[in-house]
Structure formats: structure tokens, C-alpha cells
């Protein structure tokens, strides 16, 4: 995902907020630092704040550039850090950006606190823009995002989970953050509420159509250009799309009964041949594109620019993506 309008019209502001997050970790604590710092400097797409920079050129250019801006979207990449650190103790992932994750290497004691001491801050940043509104979208996403994980636990292991409750629990584990992303330069504008909408339901397809993806690379992706495990949710027990899909697809009992057994006995290989046999994947990534493709023909409102451009590669690189 490098070497694209996206990622160029947001390069200089990123190393910005690189520097803006990395001023954060300042605790006398030396293994707190370490464990944040760990994750922090490992790499990462940043994805999360360069879409919140294109939306704010969408808006007005002159917000890309602004230093109180700056760090509500650090704020954002601060939040997903965090939300990393807890995801891999309750994973049990052992790896992250190509190299050994936090609860790897510190334990989970130290990933668990590291990921609080992270959320308090994202707050500390939130603060720059002197608006209330903007504290309340960062809370409303911590209290989501903690609904997502705990209704994900809640669906471990039902095999017949209803694409609607997935979604449900995609939006609010990941979409949710695409879509404070998206709306941050728009609240700073103090644009309409007819627009703000548009924005969020523009940043909740990215969002949906990033996890679709994520769901899809557990299956198809390697180790090694992931950079995470990968099988992590079949060993989990995590009922994703490409899974519900598949289900969908077959239309005779002794095919579900099988593929049902399959899933219960993380029996990989005859899971990839159900899934390659309905072009499950060919479905998942059908209805991101879809989702995407709708949402943003409805930001037809706002001008063209090169950041509209921008976000019309977006909508192809996040299904592309193989990272
Ligand atoms: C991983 O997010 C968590 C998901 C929501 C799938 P990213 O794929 O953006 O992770 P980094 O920040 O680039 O490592
Ligand atoms: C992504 O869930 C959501 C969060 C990180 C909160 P995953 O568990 O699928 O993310 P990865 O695959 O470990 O990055
Ligand atoms: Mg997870
Ligand atoms: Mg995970
Ligand atoms: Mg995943």
C-alpha cells in the first residue's frame, strides 16, 4: 500500500503525528515506555489518521496542515495502538508488524496496563481542538469498541452467527473508528449534519470493507507478508464472512453437516476447499466493494480535488491490500 496519492498526500503530516504520538509515551516507568514504544515505532499503515487527513483535504485544504488537527488524528492512531495492545492479549497473538507482539515480549500484564496508559492519552491529544463534541465521538468509540470484543466472545463458536449480527460486531470493533476518522475534519468545520452523515456513513463502508478484507487475509494471506498469525480466527473459533458466505452457499444436507463439523475441528484444508468451491471470497470482497462503491457516490456533493482522487484509489487499495 505505498507509492499511491493516498499515502503521498498524507506522508509529511504523518511523520508529524509519528512525532506527536512517540511525545506521549514519557513515563519515568522505563518498561511502560518500552512496551508502548515497542508497537509504536514496529511500522503500521496509519491507515486510520491518513484517511482522516484526505477527508479533511476533501473539505477544505487548508485544514491538512493544522497543527491542532494534527493531533485529534494522532489521537485516532493512539486509539487503534491501543486497541492493538489489548487485541493481541486476547488473541493470544504472538506476532504484529513482523515482529513479536507486546504481550509476546512484555507479557500480558504490561500489554493490558501499556493499552490503558494508551487510552488515557488519546484523550490528552483529543483536547487540542477545544470541543466537546470531539471528546464525546473518542468516548463513544472507546465504549464501542469494548461492545464489539465482548459481543465477538459472545458469538465464539455459532456456526449459524446471521451476517447481520457480523456486521454488527465489525462496526463496532473496527468500522467504528473509520468512521470518527471520517467525521473529525467535518466536526472541526463545523459543516451541517446532513453532511457529517454522509462522511460517517462513507467512513463506516471503509471501515466494514477493511475488516471484510482482514477476515478474508486470515484465510488466504501468508505469515510473512501479513506480518500476523494467520488462522487465528478458525482457531479461535471466530465465525467471519468468508465462513457465513460459505454456509449460505451450500444447499445440501451432507455438504453442512460436513462443512459444520469441519469448522468445530478447525480442519483448515477441507474448510479452504468449501470456501474455494463457492467462491466465498469472490462474495466477500463483491460486498465490500459494493458498500464502498455506494457510500461514496454520495460524497458526489462535495467538490472534486486531488484528495476525492485520493479517495477513489482508497476504495481499490483496501480491497487489494494483501497486508
Ligand atoms: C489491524 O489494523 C486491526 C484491524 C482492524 C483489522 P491495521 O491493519 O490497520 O493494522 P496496522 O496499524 O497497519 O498494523
Ligand atoms: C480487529 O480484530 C479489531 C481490533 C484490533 C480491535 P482482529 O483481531 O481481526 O485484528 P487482527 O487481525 O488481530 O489485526
Ligand atoms: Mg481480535
Ligand atoms: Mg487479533
Ligand atoms: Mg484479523
Not at 203 to 229: C, H, M, P, R, S
Amino acid at each position: 500500500m505505498t507509492n499511491n496519492l493516498f499515502n503521498k498526500l498524507s506522508d509529511n503530516q504523518i511523520s508529524n503525528i509519528n512525532k506527536i504520538i512517540l511525545d506521549q509515551i514519557n513515563t519515568p516507568v522505563e518498561m511502560l515506555n518500552n512496551a508502548c514504544a515497542h508497537l509504536i515505532t514496529s511500522g503500521g499503515k496509519r491507515i486510520r489518521p491518513r484517511f482522516a487527513i484526505i477527508m479533511a483535504g476533501l473539505l477544505d485544504k487548508t485544514l491538512v496542515n493544522d497543527e491542532a488537527f494534527a493531533r485529534t488524528a494522532a489521537a485516532i492512531e493512539l486509539l487503534h495502538t491501543a486497541t492493538l495492545l489489548h487485541d493481541d492479549v486476547i488473541d493470544e497473538s504472538q506476532l504484529r508488524r513482523g515482529k513479536p507482539s507486546t504481550n509476546n515480549l512484555f507479557g500480558n500484564y504490561v500489554a493490558v496496563l501499556g493499552g490503558d496508559y494508551l487510552f488515557a492519552k488519546v484523550y490528552t491529544l483529543a483536547l487540542y481542538n477545544n470541543k466537546n463534541i470531539l471528546l464525546n465521538e473518542f468516548s463513544r468509540a472507546v465504549t464501542t469498541l469494548v461492545e464489539g470484543e465482548i459481543s465477538q466472545m459472545d458469538n465464539i463458536a455459532d456456526i449459524n452467527l446471521s451476517e447481520k449480527e457480523y456486521f454488527k460486531v465489525i462496526y463496532a470493533k473496527t468500522s467504528i473508528l473509520f468512521e470518527v476518522a471520517a467525521k473529525l475534519p467535518g466536526y472541526i468545520l463545523d459543516i451541517d449534519d446532513d453532511k457529517i452523515n454522509l462522511l460517517a456513513e462513507y467512513g463506516i463502508a471503509i471501515g466494514n470493507a477493511f475488516q471484510i478484507v482482514d477476515d478474508v487475509l486470515d484465510y488466504t494471506a501468508t505469515e510473512q507478508t501479513l506480518g500476523k498469525d494467520i488462522g487465528n480466527d478458525l482457531e479461535e473459533n471466530k465465525i467471519t464472512l468468508p465462513l457465513i458466505y460459505c454456509l449460505q452457499s451450500l444447499d445440501n444436507e451432507k455438504d453442512i453437516t460436513e462443512f459444520k463439523q469441519a469448522i468445530k475441528d478447525k480442519n483448515i484444508k477441507l474448510i479452504n476447499d468449501f470456501i474455494k468451491k463457492t467462491n466465498s471470497i469472490e462474495k466477500c470482497l463483491t460486498k465490500a466493494k459494493s458498500m464502498i462503491g455506494e457510500a461514496f457516490q454520495k460524497l458526489n456533493i462535495f467538490n472534486d480535488n486531488e484528495y476525492k482522487d485520493a479517495l477513489l484509489e482508497l476504495n481499490n487499495l483496501i480491497i487489494n491490500r494483501d497486508y
